[in-house]
């Protein structure tokens, strides 16, 4: 196996005072295999993949507990299944419960474990306090810190997401495998919450010790968008590609930002033919979540600036027709709901709410079905209203919960897509009590982003309709 010779057998774990309970340093070497790649957002074909290195692993050692968790964490942090719906993966999480209490484990891998457990049952801020409790002991646990991060981002727990780096940062040393990714998961914390010039200072730093790191670049595609800096968005982008390209979990995440600042320009065909080379491919070869909600936030916001899109949402729609009843994430559901909507697929959206309903109803210990009553249900119906042609039911829906659609999760980047649907449907309203709404939004707007053209039109439409 000589290409895992560079990767940490059982006695380098031990020295990192991270030990592993297996006596396999094959499975101790694909464990830092999959670790990798999880953390360079990359499919490595040397090491045969994650999906490869993960069926060795299992191979390797089938009672490996941190080999069970995280092979099934990988599955559970991808949003694309869940336990309810998958009993494969259902049977997974079991098994794994049951062989870690069949050996002794360290404290650690028990969080983990644990951790990974919760998470399934859709409590995720409680999973999110076990991976805490590892770095609390253990700041240089790689796995807890990028199971936490994303978790946190999926509860749109910004502070949170860099905090939790903040606090394990300086225990990162130059000689610690992986350490200058460390520098851009921070530094996207940071960027989130709007420092952006110590964001982009981090992410050039990881950026120096490692070009292909196609987190940092993504952290500083934000850093444009979210000054409208769109000049330097598109040349930093074209400059920087191939050296992210091939980075094959994240590239299309990185050309969506580079067709954003397209639309922000009102440049709608160039934007187009990046959708149709990179990012519709990307979500008809893998049909990973982070793609689905690409395709679908694209062709929305196009469609919201008056573009044809001819059959495009008919080729999304199979993809995120299988997910209508999953309700993993909320920020997911609205996604699928798009295609649908946009599709004309009367039956999946019916689906796709009704089920999302009655999960709201028993919601258990589920964050995401808790918060779906209050939130994520107003925004789907807001959606829908706004296919029927009702702005003024969308202000309704929409309007009280605006502050509150940063709990689904997502970038602030992301969820910009409900801003401007919330202005769209302003600009459009009949009613005399939503007549200022479109004004006071677009004010906003250019206040916290001054020199967006997007934001240029938008005023520009609303002169036109005397709303200005």
């Given at each position: 196996m000589a290409a895992l010779a560079p990767l940490r057998d059982c006695q380098a774990w031990k020295?990192?005072?991270?030990?592993?309970?297996?006596?396999?340093?094959?499975?101790?070497k694909l464990f830092d295999a999959t670790l990798t790649q999880y953390v360079k957002w990359t499919n490595d074909k040397s090491l045969g993949g994650i999906e490869g290195c993960l069926s060795k692993l299992k191979a390797a050692d089938p009672t490996f507990a941190m080999g069970h968790a995280i092979s099934n964490g990988l599955v559970l942090i991808g949003t694309g299944s869940s336990v309810k719906l998958d009993k494969e993966l259902d049977l997974a999480v079991k098994t794994m419960v049951e062989t870690s209490r069949t050996q002794?484990?360290?404290?650690?891998?028990?969080?983990?474990?644990?951790?990974?457990?919760?998470?399934?049952?859709?409590?995720?801020?409680?999973?999110?306090?076990?991976?805490?409790?590892?770095?609390?002991?253990?700041?240089?646990?790689?796995?807890?810190?990028?199971?936490?991060?994303?978790?946190?981002?999926?509860?749109?727990?910004?502070?949170?997401?860099?905090?939790?780096?903040?606090?394990?940062?300086?225990?990162?040393?130059?000689?610690?495998?992986?350490?200058?990714?460390?520098?851009?998961?921070?530094?996207?914390?940071?960027?989130?919450t709007n420092f952006y010039d110590q964001a982009k200072k981090l992410a050039r730093e990881a950026l120096s010790m490692n070009p292909t790191d196609a987190w940092s670049v993504h952290t500083i595609a934000h850093i444009h968008e979210m000054k409208a800096e769109i000049k330097d968005g598109l040349e930093f982008m074209q400059h920087s590609e191939a050296q992210w390209k091939d980075s094959d979990m994240l590239a299309c995440h990185n050309y969506w930002?580079?067709?954003?600042?397209?639309?922000?320009?009102?440049?709608?065909?160039?934007?187009?033919?990046?959708?149709?080379?990179?990012?519709?491919?990307?979500?008809?070869?893998?049909?990973?979540?982070?793609?689905?909600?690409?395709?679908?936030?694209?062709?929305?916001?196009?469609?919201?600036?008056?573009?044809?899109?001819?059959?495009?949402?008919?080729?999304?729609?199979?993809?995120?027709?299988k997910h209508s009843r999953d309700h993993v994430l909320l920020f997911n559901d609205a996604h699928f709901l798009m295609a649908s909507l946009g599709a004309h697929d009367t039956q999946t959206t019916q689906e796709l709410l009704t089920t999302l309903r009655d999960a709201s109803e028993s919601p258990g210990e589920n964050c995401q079905h808790l918060l779906a009553r209050d939130v994520g249900l107003p925004l789907c119906q807001a959606l829908v209203e706004v296919e029927a042609g009702n702005p003024d039911r969308v202000l309704e829906l929409l309007l009280p919960i605006r502050y509150r659609i940063v709990q689904?999760?997502?970038?602030?980047?992301?969820?910009?897509?409900?801003?401007?649907?919330?202005?769209?449907?302003?600009?459009?309203?009949?009613?005399?009590?939503?007549?200022?709404?479109?004004?006071?939004?677009?004010?906003e707007r250019d206040a916290l982003k001054p020199n967006s053209p997007l934001t240029e039109r938008l005023i520009r439409k609303a002169t036109s309709v005397h709303l200005m």
């Open positions: 020295d990192a005072r991270l030990p592993l309970s297996t006596t396999s340093n094959e499975a101790c002794p484990l360290t404290r650690r891998e028990q969080l983990h474990v644990s951790a990974v457990e919760t998470f399934a049952k859709g409590n995720f801020p409680k999973a999110c306090e076990l991976w805490e409790q590892i770095l609390q002991d253990h700041p240089t646990d790689m796995l807890a810190l990028k199971f936490s991060h994303d978790a946190y981002f999926y509860l749109g727990y910004q502070e949170q997401m860099r905090d939790s780096v903040a606090r394990i940062y300086p225990f990162w040393t130059p000689d610690i495998p992986l350490s200058s990714y460390v520098k851009g998961i921070y530094s996207f914390g940071l960027m989130e930002h580079w067709a954003l600042y397209l639309i922000e320009k009102g440049e709608y065909e160039a934007a187009l033919t990046i959708y149709d080379t990179h990012i519709l491919p990307s979500l008809q070869a893998g049909g990973g979540m982070l793609d689905v909600v690409d395709s679908c936030s694209m062709l929305y916001r196009l469609q919201m600036e008056g573009v044809s899109l001819g059959q495009r949402w008919q080729d999304v729609l199979p993809v995120t027709q689904l999760g997502g970038s602030n980047a992301q969820r910009d897509v409900f801003n401007q649907l919330l202005i769209h449907a302003a600009l459009n309203c009949t009613s005399s009590v939503h007549k200022n709404v479109a004004r006071s939004l677009l004010m």
